[in-house]
């Protein structure tokens, strides 16, 4: 059955070559049919970059792009082209592999569920041309996953430092990386208040006060972006840039006057228009996970379902299949924030911002993808799916 030929395939070498041969020909055909591209937003980081090499640091909502342009401006001091950031990708990106089966191998004693996790990360197409751009996405994706690897595997002050600084310069990669930073702090926090469950009071405080420290935070970002986020609503913006669906806003629309706070003039929007905000944002929401486009070919987007809606599917069922519940948090959190994120902004037009989160989805079907498995072999005979 198929089952036992992947089982056997996991458990041996053969099963790590096949990921590596995998890999490397999907780079290759990447690299055919793509090659190094440069994207509207690569200017503005080689731009940083260049300003860092002279002593200026990033200011104003360039601060949220800080690391990747520190790593552009260091291939400009070395006198390379700053396209030279993509051979950092690719390298990052095959070594986020071992990062995703080490991660899900320390939760799953099953060699079935970590070989599954990276072979749907390693076979989503659209994934693999982003390690040719210079743009954020790739970079920050790996840089993800391999910080909860070493966060996971700390278990030295020098290893735990290790992974402090890897938390700060992920979270710099891009704006998005506050979400990152929120979920790994949850992560961390976790077995904190599992301590004290017992005094509720207490746990209750501590959760307020870091919802509070969180609001605080997000509060800061938003500075440099809220009034974008309401052009974009007072536009009808549901993929960026500027394509509405059809969709136009109320004739009474009511904006917020930028004397409050950003976050609460985005709270206040939501208050003010509450049927429109949630109009959008659902049509945003299914527009992010769905990845479909109205302007990607019939093939394309017919591509994208089959591949990813049902994997949805086993995600959904993989979540009850972990025991390690603060990785499920972390993964709950980051997804849930990136979701949210684009539900009060915009989807982008190229469905980039989906890349960051898909690992997580991936790790949570390979467990739903096993335990199906394991029940089609039940039924079919004796259940050797974890020998």
Same mark, same amino acid.
């Given at each position: 059955?198929?089952?036992?030929?992947?089982?056997?395939?996991?458990?041996?070498?053969?099963?790590?070559?096949?990921?590596?041969?995998?890999?490397?020909?999907?780079?290759?055909?990447?690299?055919?049919?793509?090659?190094?591209?440069?994207?509207?937003?690569?200017?503005?980081?080689?731009?940083?970059?260049?300003?860092?090499?002279?002593?200026?640091?990033? &200011?104003?909502?360039? @601060?949220?792009?800080?690391?990747?342009?520190? /790593?552009?401006?260091? =291939?400009?001091? *070395?006198? $390379?082209?700053?396209?030279?950031?993509?051979?950092?990708?690719?390298?990052?990106?095959?070594?986020?592999?071992?990062?995703?089966?080490?991660?899900?191998?320390?939760?799953?004693?099953?060699?079935?569920?970590?070989?599954?996790?990276?072979?749907?990360?390693?076979?989503?197409?659209?994934?693999?041309?982003?390690?040719?751009?210079?743009?954020?996405?790739?970079?920050?994706?790996?840089?993800?996953?391999?910080?909860?690897?070493?966060?996971?595997?700390?278990?030295?002050?020098?290893?735990?430092?290790?992974?402090?600084?890897?938390?700060?310069?992920?979270?710099?990669?891009?704006?998005?990386?506050?979400?990152?930073?929120?979920?790994?702090?949850?992560?961390?926090?976790?077995? &904190?208040?599992?301590? @004290?469950?017992?005094?509720?009071?207490?746990? /209750?405080?501590?959760? =307020?006060?870091? *919802?509070? $420290?969180?609001?605080?935070?997000?509060?800061?970002?938003?500075?440099?972006?809220?009034?974008?986020?309401?052009?974009?609503?007072?536009?009808?913006?549901?993929?960026?840039?500027?394509?509405?669906?059809?969709?136009?806003?109320?004739?009474?629309?009511?904006?917020?006057?930028?004397?409050?706070?950003?976050?609460?003039?985005?709270?206040?929007?939501?208050?003010?228009?509450?049927?429109?905000?949630?109009?959008?944002?659902?049509?945003?929401?299914?527009?992010?996970?769905?990845?479909?486009?109205?302007?990607?070919?019939?093939?394309?987007?017919?591509?994208?379902?089959?591949?990813?809606?049902?994997?949805?599917?086993?995600?959904?069922?993989?979540?009850?299949?972990?025991?390690? &519940?603060?990785?499920?948090?972390?993964?709950?959190?980051?997804?849930?924030?990136?979701?949210?994120?684009?539900?009060?902004?915009?989807?982008?037009?190229?469905?980039?911002?989906?890349?960051?989160?898909?690992?997580?989805?991936?790790?949570?079907?390979?467990?739903?993808?096993?335990?199906?498995?394991?029940?089609?072999?039940?039924?079919?005979?004796?259940?050797?799916?974890?020998?």
């Amino acid at each position: 059955m198929i089952s036992d030929s992947l089982q056997k395939l996991s458990n041996s070498r053969a099963g790590i070559s096949v990921l590596i041969a995998l890999w490397v020909i999907i780079q290759i055909v990447a690299f055919v049919h793509f090659g190094v591209r440069h994207g509207v937003d690569s200017e503005r980081y080689i731009q940083v970059a260049q300003s860092i090499t002279v002593g200026n640091w990033p &200011k104003g909502t360039d @601060i949220f792009y800080t690391s990747y342009c520190l /790593l552009i401006a260091g =291939f400009q001091l *070395l006198g $390379l082209a700053p396209s030279w950031i993509v051979l950092l990708q690719l390298v990052l990106s095959a070594v986020s592999i071992i990062g995703i089966y080490a991660t899900v191998k320390s939760i799953s004693t099953n060699n079935l569920v970590p070989w599954m996790a990276c072979l749907l990360y390693v076979m989503w197409f659209k994934f693999q041309q982003w390690n040719l751009i210079v743009y954020t996405d790739s970079l920050f994706t790996s840089m993800v996953i391999l910080s909860v690897w070493v966060v996971i595997t700390a278990d030295s002050r020098l290893k735990y430092a290790i992974a402090l600084a890897m938390i700060v310069f992920t979270t710099f990669i891009r704006p998005t990386g506050i979400g990152f930073l929120l979920a790994i702090s949850f992560f961390l926090l976790y077995d &904190k208040l599992i301590q @004290i469950r017992s005094k509720y009071f207490t746990r /209750l405080a501590i959760l =307020f006060l870091f *919802l509070v $420290l969180g609001g605080i935070i997000i509060n800061v970002v938003l500075k440099d972006f809220i009034h974008s986020f309401l052009l974009s609503y007072s536009n009808a913006e549901i993929i960026y840039p500027k394509i509405s669906l059809g969709i136009l806003p109320p004739d009474d629309l009511i904006i917020p006057g930028d004397h409050y706070e950003p976050l609460l003039q985005l709270l206040l929007f939501a208050i003010y228009n509450p049927i429109y905000m949630i109009k959008i944002s659902v049509m945003k929401g299914v527009l992010f996970f769905g990845h479909v486009k109205p302007y990607y070919s019939v093939f394309h987007n017919l591509l994208v379902a089959l591949y990813l809606f049902p994997i949805y599917g086993f995600a959904i069922s993989g979540v009850k299949q972990i025991s390690e &519940k603060r990785i499920v948090l972390f993964m709950i959190t980051f997804v849930g924030f990136n979701f949210l994120m684009v539900s009060i902004t915009s989807e982008n037009w190229d469905g980039r911002f989906l890349l960051a989160i898909l690992p997580w989805v991936f790790i949570l079907a390979a467990f739903g993808i096993t335990q199906w498995l394991q029940k089609k072999r039940t039924l079919a005979g004796p259940n050797d799916i974890n020998k």
